[in-house]
């Protein structure tokens, strides 16, 4: 399969700085923000945003890891084993404003079973989206609030997301 670099290292740190920045001017600072990242690489990421708003702000922004494999609608038709991660939110979303964080959106259906777990969690004030990668093809009427960089794509083209935390290298390709 051709691999097409679509960004770098450096590239993905400037998005993430960006994004961000983004973020505290559209909830004017941090007050009442909590970060929730979506296993595996929107975990990443969160950390990421975290430490990059407390780099400017000098505020530490509480954040958390969440699972979402028994929220999603294709259990049943996928040919693998599931593998359940834990979900860490050791603080209390009511009332907050969670951001909440993932690598590539897609279809829209991951994000829904994010919203549906998030909320047996309590009742934020609002949730906001951040994604490092759009590629478009929704099927479910969800729009991210701070996106890192529109990738068009065609249905049979992949992107692929690569953390050093999780891949040992940073990069953002596409596979087709």
Known sequence: MKENQIMDDKAIERTIVRISHEILEKNRGAKDLVVVGIR?????????????????????????????????????????????????????????????????????????????????????????????????HRELPIRPDYIGKNIPTSQNEKIKVRLKETDGKEEVVVLG
Do not use: N
């Open 40 to 136: 595996t690489r929107g975990v990443s990421i969160a950390e990421r945003i975290v430490k990059c708003i407390k780099e400017i702000e000098k505020i530490d922004v509480p954040m958390g890891a969440l699972d979402i494999t028994f929220y999603r609608d294709d259990l049943d038709i996928r040919d693998k084993q599931p593998q359940v991660k834990e979900t860490e939110i050791g603080f209390d979303i009511a009332g907050k404003i969670v951001i909440l964080v993932d690598d590539v959106l897609f279809s829209g259906r991951s994000i829904r079973a994010a919203l549906d777990a998030l909320i047996d969690f309590g009742r934020p004030a609002k949730i906001q989206l951040a994604v490092l990668v759009d590629r478009g």
